[in-house]
């Protein structure tokens, strides 16, 4: 490995760091301000009633979830329609680690995980923008520039890895 070849990987693993940065931000900013869809169900029916809203579509899936066809034909569906409508898109690659973020914010107490029946189903995230000042959150737009490039280079659906804490 040329010592060009080393500094471009350093590089593209430190912009990596900084994404992912930017997207638990996003997300913990959208927990607190009430502006998260969880699951693919849930997303399906707000893409349905008001995509226009919606400026980040997050796809969470670990190699189990590579060979689940049913979710691979989900998956292929809310790509198509987001990209369809001008939505940013991006691949999580360690659910677990998106399933802390996400739920650091809900009750952990015992009381509430003896009803809960099953997890939630968190392998499709929606962010949505209610109020025009969230447009000049910095970290969003991160990730926006962020989507925006990837497609420039043809790939449309960004993969990211979470870092872990």
Not at 39 to 64: I, R, S
Not at 144 to 165: A, G, H, K, T
Request: proline share 5%; net charge negative.
């Amino acid at each position: 490995m040329t010592l060009e070849e080393f500094s471009a990987g350093e590089q593209k693993t430190e912009r990596m760091d900084k994404v992912g940065d930017a997207l638990e931000e996003v997300l913990s900013k959208a927990l607190s301000q009430r502006t998260i869809t969880v699951g693919v169900y849930e997303a399906a029916k707000l893409l349905n009633v008001d995509p226009d809203n919606v400026v980040l579509c997050l796809l969470a899936a670990d190699e189990d979830d590579d060979r689940d066809v049913a979710l691979q034909i989900h998956f292929t569906l809310i790509q198509a329609f987001c990209c369809e409508n001008d939505i940013n898109i991006l691949r999580v690659s360690n659910p677990g680690r998106l399933a802390e973020l996400l739920l650091l914010e809900t009750d952990t107490s015992p009381a509430a995980s003896e009803g809960a029946a099953q997890p939630p189903d968190l392998h499709c995230v929606l962010v949505t923008n209610p109020h025009s000042s969230q447009w000049k959150d910095p970290a969003l737009s991160q990730l926006i520039c962020f989507c925006r490039e990837s497609r420039y280079m043809d790939q449309w659906v960004p993969v990211i890895n979470l870092p872990e804490r």
